[in-house]
């Protein structure tokens, strides 16, 4: 079951990650550590998967007009996501950064601590880790958080943000939808529908809750 992180535990997170530097005074942990700050941050606030973030070629990261393109994503689909302007200054800081530090533009736009390499999936999986188990929504949390749960959180938070704003959720959905790299809307009704603050706000206006979570018959209970 997709796990959604509220506000409250979204900036604890990020407050984790940002007053945690290294301990050590070698550039490539600072580097790394500065990496981590702004990877997570694209992640949530792109609904990116953990591998797309990864992934990101530097020649892809159009932040001029700020739209990345992603390829070959899961599916073997591609697609644009377009960023906001305050993400799009973010990357675009993290750019010049990375080309003082090495000396020249990667080609990664997250390079891990060889160069050559992209930062790695299971990698950002234990720093995610990490950060989390130092924030006090740790220790009364029973569900272990991933990385993942920064796209559930971009799903909720942009869904109910639009739905506040008075904007058709059926019209909206397969914009959703398409900028996640779904194939079908009912993968991102998947993401909604499994959090039960999200259910709250939407539940007198969904018309397709039946398609995703059909009601239990009474020989089913």
Request: aromatic share 14%.
């Amino acid at each position: 079951v997709p796990h959604f992180l509220d506000n409250g535990e979204l900036r604890a997170f990020f407050r984790s990650l940002d007053e945690n530097p290294p301990r050590v005074k070698h550039l490539y942990a600072w580097r790394m550590w500065n990496t981590y700050r702004v990877i997570f941050r694209l992640i949530y606030s792109c609904g990116l998967r953990n591998s797309e973030a990864c992934c990101l070629r530097a020649e892809d990261a159009d932040l001029e007009q700020g739209v990345p393109s992603i390829y070959h994503s899961k599916g073997d689909k591609d697609r644009l996501v377009y960023l906001s302007e305050g993400t799009a200054e973010m990357l675009s800081r993290y750019k010049e950064y990375i080309l003082g530090i090495l000396g020249y533009v990667p080609f990664w736009f997250f390079p891990s601590r060889d160069p050559q390499k992209h930062v790695h999936k299971a990698t950002l999986d234990s720093r995610f880790n990490k950060a989390w188990m130092r924030t006090s929504y740790a220790s009364s949390e029973g569900k272990k958080q991933t990385v993942h749960c920064l796209r559930h959180s971009f799903v909720v938070h942009r869904m109910n943000a639009w739905i506040k704003e008075g904007l058709s959720y059926d019209q909206m959905l397969p914009y959703l939808s398409r900028y996640l790299g779904h194939s079908c809307i009912q993968e991102s009704l998947y993401y909604y529908h499994q959090v039960s603050e999200a259910f709250k706000i939407i539940h007198d206006r969904d018309k397709t809750s039946n398609i995703v979570i059909p009601e239990v018959k009474e020989n089913e209970e």
